[in-house]
């Protein structure tokens, strides 16, 4: 059984508000936080950019935060601007990374990640076949791996106006800003969920950069570990 810190209070007022209307339920002590929250929050689809949160992420999400609502960050700009930012650092430098989102789960008491953040990395060489230890490999893209608190998807990236240019190679991660802990229990829930997490961003990376083939990234993550 997979061990999480769940508070299900938390989870409780938001079984609560889902079914009496938000705002007609006030949970916690401070007499009508998280109503007031619930009234400024948005679901995962609406996270970050259009179409960056797909249905599978979207699972993901209520997976690794025990909610399905969320503070609204990025609006519909964030991958777009982060691939500008990308694309900047990619021609002068080779190298660089960047922030495209951070997600905070609503009501914050819902769930043990305080923040996830979607970060890139850019490099300008194929990433090494080694894996960190506390990564499962998954056979995604150039490179792929998940933890019971991070993931990340490497796919190589050529213009497709310049299929026979030298590629980049863009690493997408998902990562939780909570503190470190023991994994315990059966992980592999939560480190398919931070996999298909970084693999929705991915995808909407590659195809905001329009990296021919997209990036050879598949419309689905791939979870099976690879051997």
Same mark, same amino acid.
Not at 141 to 168: I, Q, R, Y
């Given at each position: 059984?997979?061990?999480?810190?769940?508070?299900?209070?938390?989870?409780?007022?938001?079984?609560?508000?889902?079914? $009496?209307?938000?705002?007609?339920?006030?949970?916690?002590?401070?007499?009508?936080?998280?109503?007031?929250?619930?009234?400024?929050?948005?679901?995962?689809?609406?996270?970050?950019?259009?179409?960056?949160?797909?249905?599978?992420?979207?699972?993901?999400?209520?997976?690794?935060?025990?909610?399905?609502?969320?503070?609204?960050?990025?609006? @519909?700009?964030?991958?777009?601007?982060?691939?500008? @930012?990308?694309?900047?650092?990619?021609?002068?430098?080779?190298?660089?990374?960047? @922030?495209?989102?951070?997600?905070?789960?609503?009501? @914050?008491?819902?769930? *043990?990640?305080?923040?996830?953040?979607?970060?890139?990395?850019?490099?300008?060489?194929?990433?090494? &076949?080694?894996?960190?230890?506390?990564?499962?490999?998954?056979?995604?893209?150039?490179?792929?791996?998940?933890?019971?608190?991070?993931?990340?998807?490497?796919?190589?990236?050529? *213009? &497709?106006?310049?299929?026979?240019?030298?590629?980049?190679?863009?690493?997408?991660?998902?990562?939780?800003?909570?503190?470190?802990?023991?994994?315990?229990?059966?992980?592999?829930? $939560?480190?398919?969920?931070?996999?298909?997490?970084?693999?929705?961003?991915?995808?909407?990376?590659?195809?905001?950069?329009?990296?021919?083939?997209?990036?050879?990234?598949?419309?689905?993550?791939?979870?099976?570990?690879?051997?």
């Amino acid at each position: 059984m997979m061990t999480t810190r769940r508070r299900t209070h938390g989870l409780l007022c938001v079984a609560l508000a889902g079914s $009496l209307g938000f705002g007609a339920v006030g949970c916690g002590g401070s007499g009508g936080t998280d109503a007031k929250a619930a009234d400024t929050s948005v679901t995962a689809d609406e996270l970050c950019a259009v179409g960056a949160v797909n249905k599978g992420a979207a699972g993901a999400l209520e997976v690794i935060t025990g909610t399905t609502l969320f503070a609204p960050t990025g609006g @519909e700009s964030a991958v777009a601007a982060a691939a500008g @930012e990308l694309t900047g650092v990619a021609a002068p430098l080779g190298s660089g990374t960047g @922030e495209i989102c951070s997600i905070y789960p609503r009501p @914050e008491s819902g769930g *043990p990640a305080d923040e996830i953040r979607i970060v890139w990395r850019l490099s300008s060489t194929p990433p090494k &076949e080694d894996t960190a230890r506390k990564f499962t490999r998954l056979p995604m893209g150039e490179k792929a791996g998940a933890a019971h608190d991070s993931a990340f998807v490497t796919f190589p990236c050529s *213009p &497709e106006d310049k299929p026979l240019a030298s590629p980049d190679h863009v690493s997408v991660w998902a990562q939780s800003r909570a503190m470190p802990t023991e994994a315990e229990g059966d992980v592999r829930p $939560l480190k398919n969920a931070y996999a298909t997490l970084a693999h929705s961003f991915a995808l909407a990376m590659a195809k905001e950069l329009k990296c021919e083939d997209g990036g050879g990234l598949k419309p689905e993550p791939s979870l099976v570990p690879a051997s």
